[in-house]
């Protein structure tokens, strides 16, 4: 059985091809699928070039493939963002396919089907759980505007928060009044400020400054590593208001994906201890990030197919995966 499955999201788009067994034929790496910030012309044009690019490497075709599992971003968040993902995945798809949210592929990658909660945190953040009866439950992902604490952006968006208090004497010394507009390619905070306001630069573009965080907090910035503990803790939350929506309380995964996840020990100590004080029973598993997610909808491609995955299968997925980048 030849399975294709598509992790989509803001920044990037992977697609993979491989079989039951979870041997990696091919995969196919592209821009956004996000239309909300690239619009949907180009990110059903992401969309194929993903795919095609996973065909070319894995030597299959449309024809060769039995089953499809596609995961893209704002599916399920409204009756019209479903209608315009779902048109444009038929505009390249010649065959029947399963079409959800990033989180729930993300979710089946994490926890291979089993009950659990599966905390996504990238350019967004988001959690998805289910539990023994099948119920499920979204929290968290209400747009970088509104919510997503914890995400990069997030992160970035507390970092220049910081920075301007300190640069106003209003709070304690920071590397990052320097280092934020140095990444951003800038003179001074007040461009940054200036560009961001003013639309020039997106607000998902400055999720990138999450990883000087990272290294501002590595070098021993105490601003910056407050961030990193801020952030854990908010992405703590979204796991722990799932299990409690869920009423699980048994040993269950919760598992840890997206890029945000290797910002560092703050973060990550900060994200399980809070999650074990509450559920001290919980199994964390991961992260995974990059290209990784994508092994979740191969899982669920199978699955729709009459065919469950095995452990062992999904994990060898989700090890050639990250070993391909």
């Not at 910081?162 to 209003?170: S, V």
């Not at 939350?237 to 020990?265: D, K, M």
Request: contains cysteine.
């Amino acid at each position: 059985m030849i399975l294709l499955g598509v992790d989509g999201g803001a920044t990037k788009t992977v697609a993979v091809i491989s079989n039951e067994r979870g041997d990696l034929l091919g995969i196919g790496f592209s821009g956004s699928t996000s239309h909300h910030f690239v619009g949907a012309e180009r990110a059903r044009e992401n969309l194929r070039e993903a795919i095609e690019s996973a065909m070319r490497s894995s030597g299959v075709s449309w024809n060769d493939i039995n089953g499809i599992c596609y995961g893209l971003p704002t599916v399920g968040d409204s009756p019209m963002d479903t209608q315009i993902i779902r048109s444009f995945c038929r505009q390249i798809t010649p065959k029947p396919f399963v079409l959800v949210n990033d989180v729930v592929v993300a979710y089946y990658a994490i926890t291979h089907g089993e009950p659990g909660v599966a905390v996504v945190a990238g350019t967004g953040s988001i959690a998805y759980g289910r539990n023994e009866r099948g119920d499920e439950v979204r929290v968290g992902g209400w747009g970088q505007l509104l919510g997503d604490e914890g995400s990069s952006v997030y992160i970035a968006r507390r970092a220049f928060q910081e920075a301007c208090k300190a640069y106003d004497g209003r709070g304690p010394a920071t590397s990052l009044t320097k280092l934020l507009p140095e990444a951003m390619g800038m003179k001074s905070l007040e461009e940054v400020a200036f560009n961001v306001m003013s639309g020039k630069i997106p607000l998902f573009e400055m999720g990138r400054l999450a990883t000087v965080v990272a290294s501002a907090a590595a070098r021993g910035d105490e601003v910056a590593r407050r961030i990193l503990r801020e952030a854990g803790e908010e992405l703590a939350s979204l796991a722990i208001a799932a299990l409690r929506r869920l009423h699980i309380r048994s040993a269950v995964r919760v598992g840890a994906v997206g890029g945000v996840f290797r910002s560092g020990s703050w973060l990550w100590r900060a994200f399980t201890s809070k999650i074990m004080s509450e559920f001290p029973k919980a199994k964390i598993v991961g992260p995974i990030y990059g290209g990784q997610p994508a092994a979740g909808a191969v899982f669920l491609a199978a699955l729709k197919r009459g065919v469950r995955m095995s452990e062992e299968s999904l994990t060898s997925l989700l090890n050639a995966i990250k070993e391909r980048g």
